[in-house]
């Protein structure tokens, strides 16, 4: 449940006053949670280092995310850190907890940045968080050196720069640039029209369904037709077999009719030939085609 800014004032007054832990002291906690499950332990650990938390939960407030879902995302990294940790390992909690509680800020801001996918591997995620910086460093550089280069040119060393692919930097750039805009906006210069009314309809127009029904209809006839040459046992092999959502298996049928399975699908060959036959001997060549497929 989202936070409301009292909450959220409360919080970040609780968190600024919340005890200072030594490394004895955070040492012993974090092995009562992991050892005993001690949920006091826990508690105390996770509010020592909630200000932490909430610190670095506003260095992301210039992505436009709002503060209180920040801070929501800043301790779901740190009860993930608590967790995971393992006190035996030489290392303060600390620590550990900022590559946890970055992590799910991170991968929060991301999410919510666009209604397009911005990014997924390390490498897309590092672009979105460095590379307006890396630009802005080039280009001071480019304005210091009195150099200038093309904006492939200075792709190529952003790319270098964050070890990522030059197909990466392209993509990220594009969708830094852009932003997300309703369909439902009007255009300029166009009063009253939406960009939705120039989205082209993909659906079947009103004489491709009047075709498709039809010749849903005659194959739906010409197979009733095949059928009528069929046994009860043969027309229920079929149905199961060939005309279902779902068909049945061999084995499936040959327990119903007490059958093998062979058996089953020696009858299942004979009632299609039959059909085919039936088929082909009904006049037009569209029933032959249909006899083609059996």
Do not use: C
């Amino acid at each position: 449940m989202a936070l409301d800014a009292p909450q959220i004032g409360s919080l970040t007054r609780t968190a600024m006053a919340a005890e200072l832990l030594d490394a004895d002291t955070e040492l012993e906690l974090a092995r009562r949670w992991r050892d005993e499950g001690d949920e006091q332990a826990l508690h105390r650990l996770v509010t020592a280092y909630m200000r932490l938390a909430v610190s670095m939960a506003s260095k992301y407030r210039r992505y436009g995310a709002p503060m209180n879902d920040l801070i929501q995302e800043a301790g779901v990294g740190l009860m993930k850190a608590a967790e995971k940790f393992d006190p035996d390992r030489g290392v303060r909690f600390s620590t550990y907890a900022v590559w946890w509680i970055k992590a799910s800020i991170q991968d929060y801001v991301m999410r919510n940045w666009s209604m397009v996918r911005t990014g997924s591997t390390s490498s897309q995620k590092s672009l979105f968080f460095n590379m307006r910086r890396i630009r802005a460093q080039i280009e001071r550089e480019m304005e210091r050196d009195g150099v200038q280069l093309s904006g492939e040119e200075i792709r190529v060393r952003i790319a270098a720069e964050l070890g990522a692919p030059l197909r990466d930097v392209e993509m990220m750039e594009g969708r830094l640039a852009g932003s997300d805009f309703s369909l439902n906006a009007q255009q300029s210069g166009d009063e009253g029209r939406e960009w939705i009314e120039t989205l082209e309809d993909d659906s079947p127009n009103s004489e491709a369904r009047v075709t498709r029904n039809h010749d849903l209809k005659a194959a739906r006839t010409w197979i009733e037709t095949a059928m009528d040459a069929l046994s009860d046992r043969e027309r229920m092999i079929i149905r199961a077999r060939k005309l279902g959502d779902d068909p049945e298996t061999l084995e499936s049928l040959g327990s119903k009719l007490k059958l093998s399975k062979e058996r089953v699908r020696q009858l299942e060959s004979q009632a299609l030939r039959k059909m085919r036959r039936r088929l082909e001997d009904s006049a037009g060549a569209e029933p032959a085609m249909l006899a083609a497929a059996f």
